[in-house]
């Protein structure tokens, strides 16, 4: 992003209005990101999700232009001091401006993530596809005793008997 004060655009107008508002909305992020979701859904189907995934990582469908322009419309949600940090190379930063710099930028992947639950949840794809069957009791407890031994096995510098609970949890095993 430059120091300009053009306002970069993802997609569309529209689009981009939609990232601003969701990502600024506090309050009311509920139902903006619920737009902008909408909006990738009907610009990219299913495949709306890919979009907003980095074009180095396998399996995404952004370009490096369209990744770019994403972060820059994101960006616009910050203040203007971390736009500028954003902006600037890292080569000419101090060490604090660094700090301040990785906290913005994750807080931009932060935003990215948010953008991305929110176009899954409008997909259903944040829902589990099959539930569970419940575990018997009788399961649990093997499991547990289990994972009791496979602990007292592994005991560098007991402050307790571990053979002791070992043999208990072995017998409980059994027992089952």
């Not at 209005?17 to 909006?39: E, H, N, P, T, Y």
């Not at 948010?114 to 259903?124: C, E, I, P, S, Y």
């Not at 496979?150 to 007991?158: F, L, R, Y």
Request: net charge positive; hydrophobic share 35%; aromatic share 6%.
């Amino acid at each position: 992003m430059s120091n300009s004060k053009t306002k970069p655009m993802f997609i569309n107008t529209e689009m981009s209005a939609a990232i601003q508002s969701a990502l600024k909305a506090g309050d009311r992020a509920k139902r903006a990101m619920g737009k902008f979701a909408d909006l990738m859904v009907a610009q990219f189907g299913t495949d709306a999700v890919e979009h907003l995934i980095s074009y180095k990582t396998k399996g995404s469908l952004a370009t490096e232009e369209s990744w770019a322009t994403l972060n820059a419309v994101i960006d616009t949600t910050f203040p203007d001091s971390a736009q500028t940090l954003l902006a600037r190379p890292i080569t000419s930063m101090s060490d604090p401006e660094k700090k301040k710099r990785g906290y913005w930028q994750r807080q931009r992947g932060s935003k990215q993530k948010d953008l991305r639950n929110a176009v899954k949840t409008r997909l259903g794809e944040d829902q589990p596809k099959e539930p569970k069957a419940p575990r018997s009791p009788e399961t649990r407890i093997r499991d547990a005793a289990q994972d009791i031994v496979k602990v007292c096995e592994n005991i560098e510098s007991p402050t307790f008997r571990p053979a002791e609970i070992k043999a208990l949890a072995e017998q409980i095993i059994r027992s089952i």
